[in-house]
C-alpha cells in the first residue's frame, strides 16, 4: 500500500470532528438545534462534523457554549490549528514570493542536525546550483501564476540557505531516482554546471549522496513523492497542490522505513559518480 501523505492531516481534522461532534450529541442536540443556538445554517454544522469545512476559532467557542462545555474551547482551539498547519497549501505559501518561502527556511535549517532528503523527480534543493534552482523555481512561479516572478531571487535565498551543507554538526543522508538526473531543468549548459557540481557537493564529508539506478533489479520499494525527514520529529511531503508535514511518531516511523529500504537500492561512490557522468554525456 502507497504512503498516503496526507492521511496524518486528514487524521487530525476528523479528531477535531468527531470531539465536535461527540459534544452536541452529550448536550442532547440535533444538527439543526445546534445550528440554531450558533446562529448559522445546517449544512456548515454538518459539514465541520464530517470534517468537509475546518473550523475557525469563533466557531469552536460558539459551538462549546451551545453545548454547555465552554472549558473544551482552548483545548480544541489548539488541536484544530495543529490539524490545519499539517496541511500547507502552496498558493499561500508562496503569496509573500518564492524568495520569502526560501528564506522562512533558513533558522529551521540552522537548527537540524540530521538531513535525510529523498527525490525521485529532481535534484534536492540542498545540492542544487543557481541556474538549475533558477530555471526550477522561476517555472513553479509560472505555473501557479505568482503575479511577480522573482525566480532568479529565489535561486540565490536558496543556494544561500543551502550553506549549511558546509557547516559542522549537520550530517545528510541525500538519495535520488536515476531519473532526477535526466530531467533537464535549464538549458543544457546549466544542467551540465548542475551535474557537475554533484560529483564535488557528493564527495563531501558531511553528504552520503546515493542514486538508485534505473535498473535495479527485483525493486523492494517503488519510487515515493519527494519527501525531507528532519532529524527524528518531521517529515515535510511535497505534493502539487501542498505540503504536508508529519510530526506523528508512528507515520515518521513509515516515511524512515520507506526510506531505508529506498537507501538499501542506491549505489554510492564510484558507482554513483558513474551515473552521474553518465548522464552528463547524454546531454551531448
Known sequence: MPISPSSSAQAARESVARRLR?????AGLTVSELADRC???HSKTSRIENARTAPSSRDIHVWCRACGDIEQVGDLIAQSLNAESMWNEWRHQVRGGLKQLQDSWVQFFHDTRLFRVYSSTMVPGLL???????????????????????GAEAAVARIERSRVIHEPGHRFVLLV??????????????MAAQLGYLLTAGALPSVSLGIIPAKTRERRMWPQE???VYDDSLVSVELLSAQVNITQPSEIALYLKAFEELRSMAVYGPAARALIVRAIDALG
Open 39 to 41: 446562529g448559522r445554517h
Open 128 to 150: 542544487q546550483t543557481e541556474g538549475y534552482a533558477a530555471a526550477l523555481l522561476s517555472a513553479i512561479a509560472d505555473f501557479r501564476d505568482i503575479p511577480r516572478n522573482d
Open 22 to 26: 461527540d459534544l452536541r450529541k452529550e
Open 177 to 190: 531516482e536515476e531519473a532526477a538526473l535526466t530531467y533537464q531543468l535549464g538549458d543544457a549548459d546549466a
Open 226 to 228: 519527494t519527501f525531507h
